[in-house]
């Protein structure tokens, strides 16, 4: 199956660039205040902190002396120049799905950016996770290396998605749960995870905690615009709308959004909705109707790109709360695009609210209007605080 770029044809540079931004390159090499692509972030594990490296062209600090094939090695195989093992925070256990044309195009392209002098100290993980060797085995427990593969028994525009969505968008790197290793489970492809403080959540079709009830074009119009008539994109989500699929090509958009809506189903089990008798329910039902209310509405049912839905949301449903305390406590600024300038913003309650008004607040919210999920502990709303707290 040929990989066509979108809506039009490109020269290599060109393609690199856009690969590039589908595979949000940029948001991951760029500390903040510093030189796109020169590394400098740090990226949070649950086993310490990695920095990520500077992949300008400078010969130094930089991959100003890899060769395409050197390239190659990194994105197929999770292997550096000279031969040492990468850290799969560079999502190459998605990367190895990308056609050696695809990779070899994102090189010309960073071969083309001004070199940046900037030494990175990459691998900053605590005794015994800083050890490389370590790395062998879990490559042999938690990667398979191998180009995509399509699917002949779907159309042509399904198997660009497939390719999108597993390579390149490498979108499983969030939304897919991990093991004790931090491998993906594969068995559970898609079905969110908390990382970095954020739940990124199921975007199966699964009814009840995904998108099943989205259109392709609810889909498209989310990755798009960063909002549609369920939701707006928030946390790190919001800046990968804002960087990257904000500026893909409708065509791929739309192929994204078709693999999405027919890649499989979860069952996830509704818990019964809390009964509103219940002292947490009450005690939400009051702090709702007077700091949510006047934006959310009474009924949940928000404003269309402006204030998002929680009358039954998936993102609201989710089994892990974490993203809905995460935006009470420190607040929350949609992202911006080229077709939406205008970014609404949520406040913070931290300073107001105490663990468990917000705890109150959220189970409220999770169990009214067609809602049902479990409630939210104050312990939950005290250990993210503190978390916050420390960034």
């Not at 050197?70 to 994105?75: A, K, L």
């Not at 198997?159 to 390149?168: C, D, H, I, K, T």
């Not at 929680?310 to 974490?322: Q, S, W």
């Not at 609404?344 to 209007?369: C, G, H, I, K």
Request: hydrophobic content about 35%; aromatic content about 8%; charged content about 20%.
């Amino acid at each position: 199956m040929s990989q066509s770029l979108g809506d039009a044809e490109f020269n290599v540079v060109d393609r690199g660039r856009y690969l590039s931004i589908l595979s949000d390159c940029a948001a991951c090499h760029t500390a903040p205040g510093g030189q796109p692509f020169a590394g400098g972030l740090s990226i949070e594990t649950p086993f310490g902190d990695l920095i990520t490296p500077n992949i300008t062209p400078d010969r130094e600090t930089g991959i100003g002396k890899y060769t395409k094939e050197d390239f190659q090695r990194v994105m197929s195989e999770g292997i550096g120049r000279g031969g040492y093992h990468l850290y799969a925070a560079m999502p190459y256990p998605a990367y190895t799905k990308m056609t050696a044309e695809d990779n070899a195009a994102i090189f010309a392209y960073l071969q083309t950016l001004q070199p940046v002098k900037n030494q990175v100290e990459v691998n900053q993980l605590p005794f015994p996770y800083n050890q490389r060797w370590s790395l062998f085995g879990w490559n042999a427990l938690n990667f398979t290396a191998g180009v995509f593969k399509p699917d002949t028994n779907k159309s042509e525009q399904w198997n660009r998605g497939a390719y999108l969505v597993e390579g390149p968008g490498h979108c499983g790197t969030c939304h897919t749960p991990k093991n004790a290793l931090g491998g993906d489970k594969d068995s559970e492809a898609l079905q969110g995870f908390v990382i970095q403080g954020w739940n990124a959540p199921n975007i199966t079709t699964d009814q009840h905690t995904g998108i099943g009830g989205w259109s392709v074009n609810d889909i498209v119009a989310y990755l798009k615009k960063g909002a549609n008539r369920f939701d707006l994109a928030s946390g790190p989500m919001a800046e990968v709308v804002t960087k990257s699929t904000s500026k893909i090509s409708d065509s791929d958009l739309a192929a994204i959004a078709t693999y999405l809506k027919d890649s499989g189903e979860t069952s996830t089990a509704a818990s019964a909705a809390i009964a509103q008798s219940e002292p947490a329910m009450k005690a939400g039902a009051a702090l709702y109707a007077d700091r949510c209310s006047g934006c959310h509405t009474p009924a949940g049912e928000g404003i269309p790109k402006l204030f998002p839905r929680l009358a039954d949301a998936p993102f609201v449903n989710a089994v892990d709360a974490t993203s809905l305390i995460h935006v009470v406590l420190a607040g929350s600024r949609a992202g911006s695009t080229d077709a939406v300038s205008t970014s609404p913003a949520m406040p913070a309650f931290d300073w107001n609210m105490s663990d468990e008004q917000v705890a109150s607040v959220l189970t409220y919210v999770r169990n009214s209007w067609g809602n049902a999920a479990p409630a939210v502990k104050p312990a939950d709303v005290a250990s993210l605080r503190d978390h916050l707290k420390k960034q």
